[in-house]
């Protein structure tokens, strides 16, 4: 994982979309990079802590060259979209990490909060992708009677932040399939054992899980926090694209396929997916709802996927 960088970082911006230059200018300068630009990858030259790239670039590119691309460095591609299987392909180059599916106009704040974390290194807090000053709420969650509890605290949160039916359904799964998550899978993928329910649904875990939540007005965000962090990028890319290639099998079937479903429902619940890891330490994911979104502009993936993470 890329460590954090020091100074002020040097951003490289592989495109020819005047707007899109536009954008990155103001958003990479506001987060305190230097910001040059050139047409293609071969244009490319001396230390760069952070490459941007659109999706024309990207699609010119192999496996191979987004590897060597991103070695030593942070690595974001602007305007693919997880719909399709080559852009889930390529998340499996070595620091290729951060996908943001808006193209032109990608989020300014968006940009800020990923080069920032990237260049601090302080990459742990939902509180940075929401407006300043918003009230956050947390709970500790060790027990199905505990998270039956959470759940209706987070979902009347997100009523009462005007988010519509559709919206709080998704909330609720994925808060619920994040805190299965935490509680069970990450402390068996941990140990290197299966997951195990209790059969008492009132049995604690050793390792309750951390839920927060909060809402700015045009998100709701709601993340879980475990103490071990498992998760790693390569396993939610090979989750996800499992997932696709089972797309339409009932949930459970299959040998091993909950965990894999289950993470691939959270990434196409949410409008954006991030996951900050410190091997060994802790894990925190990260979910944030766009409240704009009609019912039937809901799309079938996260407009964007960050994985950070720092050296044990």
Same mark, same amino acid.
């Not at 305190?32 to 490459?51: C, N, P, Q, Y």
């Not at 808006?102 to 974390?117: Q, W």
């Not at 919206?167 to 609720?172: C, H, I, L, N």
């Given at each position: 994982m890329l460590a954090a960088m020091s100074g002020? %970082? !040097?951003? @490289?911006?592989? $495109? !020819?979309?005047?707007?899109?230059?536009r954008s990155l200018r103001r958003s990479l300068h506001a987060a *305190?990079?230097?910001?040059?630009?050139?047409?293609?990858?071969?244009?490319?030259? *001396?230390?760069?802590?952070? =490459?941007?790239?659109?999706? %024309? #670039?990207?699609?010119g590119? $192999?496996? /191979?060259?987004? #590897?060597?691309?991103?070695?030593?460095?942070?690595?974001? =591609? =602007?305007? /693919?979209?997880? &719909?399709? /299987?080559? $852009? @889930?392909?390529?998340? !499996?180059?070595?620091?290729?990490?951060h996908l943001i599916g808006?193209?032109? &106009? %990608?989020?300014?704040?968006?940009?800020? @909060? $990923?080069?920032?974390?990237l260049a601090s290194g302080d990459l742990f807090g939902l509180e940075k992708y929401l407006a300043w000053g918003v009230r956050v709420q947390e709970v500790e969650v060790g027990s199905y009677e505990e998270k039956r509890g959470a759940l209706i605290a987070? #979902?009347?949160c997100a009523r009462d932040a005007g988010a519509r039916r559709p #919206?709080?359904?998704?909330?609720?799964s994925v808060v619920d399939e994040l805190l299965m998550n935490a509680m069970y899978d990450a402390p068996a993928a941990a140990s290197g054992e299966a997951p195990r329910v209790p059969i008492d649904l009132g049995e604690r875990v050793a390792f309750p899980a951390r839920l927060r939540w909060a809402s700015d007005g045009r998100y709701f965000a709601v993340s879980v926090e475990d103490r071990f962090g498992a998760l790693g990028k390569v396993a939610i890319v090979e989750h996800v694209q499992r997932a696709r290639a089972e797309r339409g099998r009932p949930r459970g079937t299959g040998e091993a396929a909950g965990a894999g479903l289950g993470l691939y429902f959270i990434v196409s619940s949410v409008t954006r997916f991030i996951a900050n890891v410190a091997l060994g330490q802790r894990t925190e994911v990260i979910g944030l709802f766009d409240l704009r979104q009609g019912g039937r502009e809901v799309e079938s993936c996260a407009?964007?996927?960050?994985?950070?993470?720092?050296?044990?």
């Open positions: 002020s %970082p !040097r951003a @490289v911006c592989v $495109t !020819r979309s005047v707007a899109l230059r *305190g990079s230097t910001v040059e630009f050139v047409d293609d990858v071969d244009r490319v030259e *001396g230390e760069a802590s952070l =490459i941007v790239i659109d999706e %024309p #670039t990207r699609d590119l $192999t496996h /191979a060259q987004l #590897t060597a691309l991103a070695a030593g460095r942070a690595l974001i =591609i =602007i305007g /693919a979209s997880l &719909e399709h /299987a080559a $852009t @889930v392909d390529g998340l !499996r180059a070595d620091g290729c990490n808006d193209g032109d &106009e %990608p989020d300014d704040s968006e940009l800020v @909060v $990923t080069s920032g974390k987070v #979902t009347s #919206t709080v359904a998704r909330v609720e407009r964007s996927l960050h994985v950070f993470g720092v050296a044990r």
